[in-house]
């Protein structure tokens, strides 16, 4: 065995009366244990807001939006056609947006429209594959039935509507008459609604046909936007990069980032000042260590002359203390990450931690990223190494003679 770490190893058994040196180090075991176990959960929850923020967005949202400087624009298909040729692009689909008011039986308010098609819905509504939105808002339907609109379930909860009620919705772009402008109005018959746990998308949108939403809103064959998907939802810079010589001015493209920069700018920051406040309980912890190493150098005077006088150098002894210092951060590391580890997987397997309904999810989101707990671990155990410095260089700075004479 190494000799510095065989003297550390010897150093950590107190004996009876430096049991005090022994506390310490021990209590600063549970602090960087704790610290670390504290680090790592709060992370992990933080991470797992983070992608179950994302997931809710891009189960309502494409991955890149082509629009036009000029609103919207037609001759759309043959764009359609040369995005879906891409073979980074997974899926294509136009999209309308339009707002109109919603009426029913017992309500009136504001609606944001999208026009989709079902044929290439992809993942524009959450919960519906295409195959269902086809079903629900597909252009074949009887004589004289009504076409269908699946609405947020607290749109729905607001309008008083179920499935099966009727609607109608107002445009503002409707005709001008001999007795002033005409808003236009379209019926409508509620096939369903979704829940994407997001509340501002719950409550204010409503999906039609796409034809349906030209006709409301005076826009035959326009549209605002066409909605790309691709494999990699963290590619989309490079998508675009290679886009570039297709959509030429007046197009310009939008992705899923660059939309949702507040939310995402506001959850990383959020992580970044949770991970600085519970970095000082390591911090803390360090200086416990540091305290005992102090503490240790001066029980052990005599010993540390005893070394020196017989050939041990200053660098011999500093990595003594150095070594007895990391010790204890390793073994403070060592079991906080796995206690923290341990608790992130009792948190996603068991749901005992009901969230109030003001949070998007109910219970905590859990996600430990293998790269977030290694930067924990590394931190904590440069701390610790930071903390070591100061006791071993003035234990190798301490002079022999003066060491044996009245230590």
């Given at each position: 065995?190494?000799?510095?770490?065989?003297?550390?190893?010897?150093?950590?058994?107190?004996?009876?009366?430096?049991?005090?040196?022994?506390?310490?180090?021990?209590?600063?075991?549970?602090?960087?244990?704790?610290?670390?176990?504290?680090?790592?959960?709060?992370?992990?929850?933080?991470?797992?807001?983070e992608?179950?923020?994302?997931?809710?967005?891009?189960?309502?949202e494409?991955?890149?939006?082509?629009?036009?400087?000029?609103?919207?624009?037609?001759?759309?298909?043959?764009?359609?056609?040369?995005?879906?040729?891409?073979?980074?692009?997974?899926?294509?689909?136009?999209?309308?947006?339009?707002?109109?008011?919603?009426?029913?039986?017992?309500?009136?308010?504001?609606?944001?429209?999208?026009?989709?098609?079902?044929?290439?819905?992809?993942?524009?509504?959450?919960?519906?594959?295409?195959?269902?939105?086809?079903?629900?808002?597909?252009?074949?339907?009887?004589?004289?039935?009504?076409?269908?609109?699946?609405?947020?379930?607290?749109?729905?909860?607001?309008?008083?509507v179920?499935?099966?009620?009727?609607?109608?919705?107002?445009?503002?772009?409707?005709?001008?008459?001999?007795?002033?402008?005409?808003?236009s109005?379209?019926?409508f018959?509620?096939?369903?609604?979704?829940?994407?746990?997001?509340?501002?998308?719950?409550?204010?949108?409503?999906?039609?046909n796409?034809?349906?939403?030209?006709?409301?809103?005076?826009?035959?064959?326009?549209v605002?936007?066409?909605?790309?998907?691709?494999?990699?939802?963290?590619?989309?810079?490079?998508?675009?990069?290679?886009?570039?010589?297709?959509?030429?001015?007046?197009?310009?493209?939008?992705?899923?980032?660059?939309?949702?920069?507040?939310?995402?700018?506001?959850?990383?920051?959020?992580?970044?000042?949770?991970?600085?406040?519970?970095?000082?309980?390591?911090?803390?912890?360090?200086?416990?260590?540091?305290?005992?190493?102090?503490?240790?150098?001066?029980?052990?005077?005599?010993?540390?002359?005893?070394?020196?006088?017989?050939?041990?150098?200053?660098?011999?002894?500093?990595?003594?203390?150095?070594?007895?210092?990391?010790?204890?951060?390793?073994?403070?590391?060592?079991i906080?990450t796995?206690?923290?580890?341990?608790?992130?997987?009792?948190?996603?397997?068991y749901?005992?931690?009901?969230?109030?309904?003001?949070?998007?999810?109910?219970?905590?989101?859990?996600?430990?990223?293998?790269?977030?707990?290694?930067?924990?671990?590394?931190?904590?155990?440069?701390?610790?190494?930071?903390?070591?410095?100061?006791?071993?260089?003035?234990?190798?700075?301490?002079?022999?003679?003066?060491?044996?004479?009245?230590?």
């Amino acid at each position: 065995m190494n000799l510095e770490i065989f003297i550390a190893g010897k150093y950590l058994k107190a004996k009876r009366k430096e049991g005090f040196i022994s506390l310490i180090s021990f209590l600063s075991v549970a602090g960087v244990t704790v610290g670390v176990m504290a680090l790592v959960i709060v992370i992990a929850v933080m991470s797992g807001a983070e992608t179950d923020f994302r997931k809710r967005i891009l189960g309502l949202e494409p991955h890149i939006l082509v629009m036009n400087y000029s609103g919207k624009f037609d001759n759309y298909s043959q764009m359609v056609t040369k995005l879906e040729q891409s073979e980074l692009i997974k899926g294509v689909a136009p999209i309308l947006f339009a707002q109109a008011m919603i009426r029913s039986s017992h309500s009136f308010s504001g609606v944001m429209v999208r026009g989709i098609d079902p044929e290439k819905g992809f993942s524009l509504v959450k919960g519906f594959d295409p195959e269902k939105l086809i079903r629900l808002l597909g252009k074949k339907r009887a004589i004289n039935e009504l076409p269908g609109i699946i609405l947020g379930k607290e749109l729905a909860n607001s309008a008083g509507v179920i499935r099966g009620d009727k609607v109608i919705l107002m445009s503002p772009n409707g005709l001008i008459s001999p007795v002033g402008h005409i808003p236009s109005m379209k019926r409508f018959i509620v096939k369903d609604t979704f829940d994407s746990g997001m509340y501002e998308y719950d409550n204010a949108l409503a999906y039609v046909n796409l034809k349906e939403a030209q006709q409301l809103s005076g826009a035959e064959n326009s549209v605002s936007a066409i909605g790309i998907w691709i494999d990699n939802v963290f590619e989309v810079e490079k998508v675009k990069e290679s886009l570039s010589n297709i959509l030429k001015y007046p197009f310009y493209m939008r992705d899923w980032m660059e939309i949702n920069k507040s939310l995402f700018s506001a959850l990383k920051l959020e992580k970044t000042a949770m991970f600085i406040i519970l970095t000082l309980i390591i911090l803390v912890a360090a200086f416990n260590i540091a305290s005992a190493l102090i503490m240790m150098v001066m029980e052990k005077t005599r010993d540390i002359a005893v070394l020196k006088a017989m050939g041990a150098t200053n660098k011999t002894i500093r990595v003594i203390f150095i070594f007895k210092g990391m010790i204890i951060g390793l073994l403070g590391t060592l079991i906080g990450t796995t206690m923290g580890v341990a608790a992130c997987f009792i948190l996603k397997k068991y749901d005992f931690i009901q969230l109030p309904d003001a949070y998007p999810f109910s219970t905590l989101p859990v996600q430990l990223e293998v790269v977030d707990v290694s930067i924990i671990a590394v931190s904590a155990i440069i701390i610790c190494f930071f903390s070591t410095l100061y006791p071993s260089y003035k234990a190798s700075k301490m002079d022999t003679v003066e060491a044996l004479r009245y230590g």
